[in-house]
């Protein structure tokens, strides 16, 4: 085996924003858990809820949760 040495990046902005990135999903996924275990526990600051038109949360974290993007198109239909 070689032993890698990884090089810091010089733009570190990036490692910050990918940071940034994984706190954001991890925070819909725990409000996105909190509203399967109780639906009246997603507030009006969050924008529409889980499976309706409109939701601010990211696709994929919805699907993790096994709920639907209504705003995703049926593939049947294309």
């Known amino acids: 085996m070689y032993a890698v040495e990884i090089m810091p990046k010089r733009n570190s ?5 990918r940071h940034k ?16 275990r109780d639906v009246a526990s997603w ?8 499976g309706t038109i409109g939701c601010l949360c990211p696709p994929d974290v919805l ?3 096994g709920v639907g993007d209504p705003g995703a198109k ?4 294309v």
């Open 43 to 50: 507030g009006e600051e969050l924008g529409p809820a889980p």
């Open 21 to 36: 990135v994984q706190a954001v999903r991890e925070a819909w996924r725990s409000v996105v858990a909190d509203w399967q």
């Open 13 to 17: 902005g990036s490692v910050r924003r």
């Open 63 to 65: 699907a993790e949760f």
């Open 74 to 77: 049926d593939p049947a239909l």
